[in-house]
């Protein structure tokens, strides 16, 4: 057992359950503990996330107490600079996990470097994808664009692998500290307020992760299939919080929905949906321009509007078009959409408004608890028409339809906007068409009329891409 101090990095990794970074430290040394590095400019677009953030650290430093390794926070500008400052120390060994997104694993490769030079023990282990990013190519060694070849290709690898035996931390008997002066974990939190109601709805620690998961599977998973299509019932495991931030580990979900019997539609609906999230960090590794930019450039013509006001009552919830609205007010509420409705709700932002899918990007981004790079990009490219395997531009949704298909009886509408509870349910998705007295409801008064009309809305996009299809021929 080596007597230098094992030092482990967390980044998205709040969880001891296939944390091999962690595990790893713990078999290989008397002594560990953890440090996580908050760069507070990466969370200055992130709001939502500096609250969960907050109570993971909380959470995560109790239960790693349990078993006498500590955890500490230190605040620096960059990565960079926090290494610096680290490697003043001696007697130590670094471990961490990989983050699969660009700029962390050439963040790995410098450092990696740079801890040779200095002659200081490090190892890389593997992070919170089923598969490396990298390992998924077709025969011809090129990535993938198309989902389905690429899950079925992935899958495939996956299994062939076999399953890993679950290792354990093991517990240390002397809790130590590592850094000379840790930041004080108040100030990762937002100032403002707002994100204080997250506590009515989530508990960011590995047991609720594990619990909800469980619970899923068992009674959730096997109408997954329809219901998770339909934003009034509970329909869908609301795992992908945890996700964003390690609480579970994506081996853990595969391995509790394989223990299943019946694995039917909803089984593969949900493993499927476990495949998006891997491809989406397939592509965003082999594509990394897909962050800055459209993977497909001919919609680099494509001839956005710049509207403030329109950018901002999509924001606020206010369009006039309730699934829309209902949807809208549900994230900033709680710091989730349910994904049928953020489908609509992108939709009606690039298509109806025509607003640049760039700025729901960035406003889901200080939003969503469960803000990932690269499911945030690819699921706002694919709705956008200029991503990979994406839904086309022309296919847009109706959001009266999508309300009186998804939602027909108004229960998710009337749970979040309480203006129209009075309204019926044959209205209820276009109360601007009441042609009765309702109590408590006039439309431009309780409710606003739609910011656009559907209709014209609608044939406005579609001459929109008829622009950018006639420059690219």
């Known amino acids: 057992m080596n007597k230098n101090i094992g030092v482990v990095w967390l980044r998205e990794d709040f969880r001891i359950l296939k944390n091999d970074a962690l595990i790893y430290a713990s078999k290989n040394h008397e002594q560990v503990c953890a440090i996580y590095i908050y760069k507070k400019k990466d969370f200055d677009n992130r709001s939502a996330q500096r609250w969960w953030l907050f109570q993971s650290i909380e959470n995560f430093k109790n239960k790693l107490g349990l078993i006498n390794i500590s955890l500490e926070i230190m605040e620096a500008k960059s990565y960079k600079e926090a290494f610096e400052t680290i490697t003043k120390k001696k007697n130590f060994s670094i471990y961490w996990n990989k983050v699969y997104e660009p700029k962390f694993l050439l963040f790995d490769q410098k450092i990696s470097n740079d801890l040779k030079l200095k002659n200081i023990n490090f190892k890389i282990l593997k992070g919170n994808l089923l598969n490396e990013s990298d390992d998924i190519k077709k025969n011809d ?41 840790a930041t004080n974990l108040k100030n990762i939190l937002p100032k403002k307020k707002w994100s204080k109601k997250f506590e009515k709805f989530w508990n960011p620690s590995e047991d609720e992760a594990i619990k909800k998961i469980k619970q899923f599977i068992k009674h959730e998973l096997v109408d997954y299939g329809e219901n998770r299509d339909i934003p009034g019932v509970k329909g869908t495991s609301k795992i992908s919080p945890y996700l964003a931030f390690g609480q579970i580990h994506v081996e853990t979900i595969w391995e509790e929905c394989q223990a299943i019997q019946n694995k039917d539609r909803g089984y593969r609906k949900y493993i499927n949906e476990l495949g998006w999230r891997e491809f989406s960090h397939s592509l965003i590794n082999y594509f990394p321009e897909m962050l800055k930019g459209n993977l497909r450039k001919d919609f680099d013509n494509f001839p956005w509007e710049d509207n403030a006001k329109h950018l901002s009552v999509w ?35 690039v298509k109806h408004l025509r607003i640049h899918w760039k700025e729901g990007e960035k406003y889901f981004r200080d939003c969503l608890l469960d803000f990932n790079e690269a499911n945030n990009v690819a699921g706002w490219q694919w709705v956008a028409g200029c991503g990979a395997d994406a839904a086309p531009y022309f296919r847009i949704f109706n959001p009266i339809l999508q309300g009186e298909r998804f939602d027909p009886k108004g229960e998710y509408v009337k749970k979040w906007i309480p203006e129209l509870l009075n309204v019926p349910k044959e209205f209820i998705h276009k109360p601007w068409e009441i042609d009765k007295d309702i109590k408590d409801f006039e439309i431009g008064k309780n ?3 739609p910011i656009v009309n559907h209709e014209e809305a609608r044939k406005a996009a579609l001459e929109a891409f008829q622009k950018i299809k006639k420059k690219t021929i």
Do not use: C
């Not at 354990?168 to 000379?180: A, E, Q, R, S």
């Not at 699934?323 to 939709?347: C, F, P, Q």
């Open 141 to 181: 060694n090129t990535p993938f664009k198309v989902f389905t070849p690429f899950w079925k290709t992935a899958e495939k690898f996956y299994l062939d692998k076999g399953f890993q035996k679950n290792e354990k931390v093991k517990p240390k008997k002397k809790k130590i500290k590592f850094l000379n002066h």
């Open 315 to 349: 924001q606020k919830g206010i369009t006039g078009y309730p699934i829309v609205d209902a949807g809208m007010r549900e994230l900033y509420k709680t710091g989730w959409m349910h994904n049928r409705v953020r489908m609509i709700t992108a939709s009606f932002l």
């Open 447 to 449: 409710y606003p009329k």
